[in-house]
């Protein structure tokens, strides 16, 4: 059963659809290279109208013929494909019912597969926070794979995660946090990382609470010094208040105060004056400054 082509044969298909593509190539160029030339102005914007709609008209011209030697030798080809396509769409229904058997065999042998490879994860006594799904390779389940490939390659990760685990459990700080993730992805790299990234917070955090107490305690400093000074400085206007107020006590019951007293006596004096307002105002604001008392002479 094979597919002959009786016509055309191979040396009968067109090799070259010939036409006077020179002699028009030729002639248009020229054409075009006066039209190049020209500058129009609004005095001859009809003539340019003209030359364009000239133009339109051959190049549609050009376009026409192409699409109809296209179409022409289209023709018999899109007859034969359409019948190649009829024959192998009758072609392609066993070949569709083929595969969704061959499917359907192929997906119960990797059913079986993978309750072979559950049940010798099961018997391998992984750690208990790792599942099947964390170790799978979707290539297990190829035919071309035996099962003691599968244990072999499972108990290999076994005892690396064993390994990775005892090298997690020696980090210096954050140790537990790595491990957990390591659990949650089976990741060493990552849950190291994990570990250096919170130590480095915890740094940070130390540091930052250092300095914020030791700004607090210099705070603190100052506000007590501030505070001690502030005492000091009332203890001491106070003790100078009662030593000045003790002087003035002493110096008004002194003999000297005393004989003062004694011999500056309240005296009175009737007199008349003269002068402007303003400084007749000024004596009377003399006398009420210096306590003298002052009244209408009788």
């Not at 039209?35 to 609004?42: D, I, N, P, R, V």
């Not at 130390?206 to 603190?220: D, G, H, M, S, T």
């Not at 400085?233 to 005393?258: F, H, I, L, R, Y």
């Not at 011999?263 to 003298?292: C, H, K, V």
Request: aromatic share 8%.
């Amino acid at each position: 059963m094979e597919l002959r082509i009786m016509s055309p044969q191979e040396n009968d298909f067109i090799k070259e659809i010939q036409w006077n593509n020179e002699e028009l190539k030729q002639e248009i160029t020229a054409t075009m290279q006066e039209y190049k030339s020209l500058a129009f102005t609004e005095e001859n914007i009809k003539d340019a109208k003209a030359d364009r709609a000239k133009l339109n008209k051959l190049r549609t011209a050009f376009e026409d013929e192409r699409k109809k030697i296209k179409k022409q030798c289209m023709e018999p080809y899109t007859k034969f494909e359409k019948q190649v396509k009829e024959i192998v769409s009758l072609i392609d229904e066993p070949i569709a019912l083929i595969d969704s058997q061959i499917k359907e065999v192929d997906d119960q042998k990797k059913a079986q597969k993978q309750k072979d490879i559950e049940e010798l994860f099961g018997s391998l006594g992984f750690q208990n926070f790792v599942t099947l799904d964390k170790i799978f390779d979707s290539k297990w389940l190829n035919a071309s794979v035996a099962m003691s490939k599968i244990e072999e390659q499972m108990k290999s990760q076994m005892f690396q995660i064993g390994h990775e685990l005892e090298t997690i459990r020696k980090l210096p700080e954050f140790a537990f946090e790595a491990k957990e993730l390591y659990k949650k992805t089976l990741d060493m790299n990552q849950a190291i990382q994990e570990g250096q990234r919170l130590a480095e917070i915890q740094k940070r955090k130390l540091a930052y609470e250092a300095e914020q107490k030791a700004k607090e305690e210099e705070l603190k400093r100052q506000t007590e010094l501030r505070q001690k000074e502030t005492a000091t400085q009332k203890a001491q206007e106070k003790s100078k208040s009662v030593t000045e107020s003790k002087k003035e006590d002493n110096s008004e019951n002194s003999p000297e105060s005393q004989q003062d007293q004694k011999t500056d006596p309240i005296m009175s004096i009737d007199f008349r004056a003269w002068g402007t307002r303003e400084q007749l105002m000024g004596i009377r604001q003399y006398m009420l400054d210096n306590n003298i008392k002052f009244g209408k002479a009788e």
